[in-house]
């Protein structure tokens, strides 16, 4: 990484907080998130700065940081962000909310990425320590914000956190004006010079969120063209078009716990892309799969006749299970409607009421000339190897009890054997999940692995 420009000191402080995936940079764990506040000597703040990062690896505790796998896939890594973060800390006074950790973690990352940017603790000011001197009471970031007034939103995210820790500083410089530590801390931060590494494209900050804010994934497919294509029947283009099969065996497999994963969505738009599928047809793809799945469902229900039942009707239009569905697949309230309404009818297409039976036509296929080959509903069996991954929601051991008792082996690793991943996260980034993904291993969440379990005759408790 090539180096320009040296540092020079600036006045003031730059008040960092970070999220990781877990304590101990020395265990392997890694930033997920940082933010930079800007502060003058005086106490005001001038600017802040923020971004996720991708930690190449699980995200540990997601029901305390709160961050989506989702997004860290669109964030970059951290040798990509560090210029930019380097700039921001660069001649001033670092300063954090227990000092101690975020600069462990700093100086990890930094020697990581193979830059030459050392951190020296007397340039550096820790709030919760100094909070020992101007207040009583816990040294937690949320009670010191309490004691003394500031705002504290965003607890746990790094931009929140790192806010707060700028406004206590401020109280801290506004009642201590005095205090030498400030000298101190800025005659060791004046000594500082680091060679600053040269900006490298892909380091733009991502937020939070970053991966909603996109819209829904179909937008990145093409629109149909104006033109139809005069590629004649068999013609090897037109032959490409036509075969949807393998595209609606990924997404059967995608929608096995009703979530349409960032890695699935990525192959089933490269799929879409080499059969020829612009968003019309995948829409009128996915509406026709949305009706064989409220077909499925209807005839699931008590009672259900081949003609269908209105009250059966009323219900499916409100089942969560279709709506969450419709949702991942791009489709809307009015969407299910029809697709219920479909279901209902009698005149409804073989080859839309049974889609996924084996041997049966594949929804919306009839007219584009495709079959999806036999492919039974996925059921766990006796000794199917199963694995775990991530913070859960119940205890590791919880989750195996259960896999035990439903008569299956739980394993550490993913294997080829392996019959199904459950992910905390299923966008999760950890090595078990890219091995899955790798060799084909579907990746469920934890609710849809209860469901699987239910089907086999066992409910996790």
Not at 368 to 388: K, N, Q, S, Y
């Amino acid at each position: 990484m090539g180096d320009v420009g040296q540092t020079v000191p600036v006045p003031g402080f730059a008040v960092v907080d970070l999220e990781t995936t877990g304590f101990s940079p020395r265990l392997g764990d890694r930033v997920a998130e940082v933010a930079v506040v800007l502060v003058d000597d005086a106490g005001r703040v001038e600017d802040e700065w923020s971004t996720l990062v991708n930690p190449e690896r699980d995200l540990g505790p997601q029901h305390v940081h709160g961050i989506a796998a989702a997004d860290v896939a669109l964030a970059p890594t951290f040798d990509r962000v560090a210029p930019a973060l380097l700039r921001l800390l660069a001649g001033r006074v670092l300063v954090a909310h227990n000092a101690a950790f975020d600069t462990r973690f700093l100086r990890a990352e930094i020697g990581r990425a193979g830059i030459a940017a050392a951190i020296d603790p007397v340039a550096c000011l820790c709030t919760q320590q100094l909070a020992s001197r101007y207040l009583t009471g816990s040294r937690a970031l949320a009670a010191c914000c309490a004691a003394v007034g500031v705002v504290h939103d965003g607890v746990h995210s790094a931009l929140g956190d790192a806010r707060a820790t700028a406004g206590l500083l401020g109280y801290y410089l506004d009642v201590a004006s005095d205090d030498e530590c400030w000298a101190v801390a800025r005659a060791a931060a004046d000594g500082v010079r680091w060679s600053l590494p040269a900006v490298l494209p892909g380091g733009e900050p991502v937020l939070r969120g970053a991966s909603r804010a996109r819209g829904h994934w179909l937008a990145a497919l093409a629109d149909p063209p104006a033109v139809p294509d005069p590629s004649p029947p068999g013609a090897p283009g037109a032959d490409a078009r036509r075969d949807v099969s393998t595209y609606l065996r990924l997404l059967d497999e995608a929608l096995l716990d009703r979530y349409v994963s960032h890695a699935e969505r990525a192959a089933l738009l490269a799929e879409a892309r080499h059969a020829g599928l612009d968003r019309a047809t995948v829409e009128t793809l996915h509406r026709d799969y949305l009706a064989a799945l409220a077909r499925a469902e209807l005839d699931a229900l008590d009672g259900t006749t081949a003609t269908g039942d209105r009250d059966d009707g009323a219900a499916l239009r409100d089942d969560p299970a279709l709506h969450e569905v419709a949702g991942q697949l791009g489709l809307d309230a009015d969407d299910v409607a029809g697709a219920v309404e479909a279901a209902l009818g009698t005149r409804l297409v073989d080859a839309v009421a049974d889609v996924g039976a084996p041997g049966t036509a594949a929804p919306g296929a009839a007219a584009l000339g495709a079959t999806v080959p036999a492919r039974p509903a996925f059921v766990l069996a006796a000794g199917d190897e199963v694995v775990l991954t991530g913070s859960m929601s119940r205890t590791r051991e919880a989750w195996e009890r259960d896999v035990r008792a439903a008569g299956l082996s739980p394993w550490p690793y993913v294997t080829r054997r392996t019959r199904l991943l459950v992910a905390a996260d299923p966008d999760s980034l950890s090595t078990k999940a890219r091995t899955a993904r790798r060799y084909g291993v579907p990746v469920v969440t934890e609710a849809a692995f209860e469901r699987l379990l239910a089907v086999s005759g066992a409910r996790a408790a």
